[in-house]
């Protein structure tokens, strides 16, 4: 059985604790999403190293490792964003089909060691990056291809209850 795209539209998020990883947005500012980064990186960097890194619970469910691939490329994804909306207020996100590029980079093929060396390097970039946003930069908007408009504040809550919610699905 095939990975079941995630067609959910997630920003509900931003209203809701999460009832599945508990998640809470409420007033989360983009230096708090960077101090939860240097929690949230040693618990991948650990659940990498796991005997079970390349074992799908199920069929349809990714694996550690492919889970671990997706939030690395989340970094790299989110962080180009949010440079966007530093850049230009009212910016355009470029679509991101995670599960077409989950089958294109053959994330379940990886090698967990060099996953490993990446997430950690692409996590540090994203933490540092959001960790120097100044105050008067929260409002700054951009626009993703489906139309939702985010500011930098509520896309960086949405972006850590990705990385937090995967850590969760991996029982990391
Ligand atoms: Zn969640």
Redesign the pocket.
């Known amino acids: 059985m095939a990975i079941i795209p995630d067609t959910k539209d997630w920003t509900w998020?931003l209203d809701r604790v999460?009832?599945?990883?508990?998640?809470d947005a409420d007033s989360l500012t983009p230096q708090d999403v960077a101090r939860r980064l240097d929690t949230a990186l040693p618990r991948w960097d650990a659940a990498l190293g796991r005997d079970d890194v390349l074992e799908r619970p199920d069929p349809s469910t990714w694996s550690p490792l492919e889970y671990a691939c997706h939030v690395r490329d989340l970094f790299e994804v989110f962080r180009h964003r949010l440079e966007l909306m530093l850049v230009e207020d009212g910016a355009r996100f470029g679509n991101w089909d995670q599960d077409a590029t989950a089958v294109e980079k053959e994330y379940a093929n990886a090698d967990p060691a060099i996953v490993r060396g990446e997430l950690a390097e692409q996590g540090a970039l994203t933490r540092d990056a959001f960790a120097v946003v100044p105050e008067d930069a929260y409002g700054r908007r951009g626009l993703r291809s489906n139309g939702s408009e985010f500011t930098v504040l509520t896309l960086s809550r949405y972006f850590l209850?990705d990385v937090?919610?995967h850590l969760?699905d991996v029982r990391a």
């Open positions: 998020i999460c009832p599945e990883c508990g998640f209850h937090e919610h969760h």
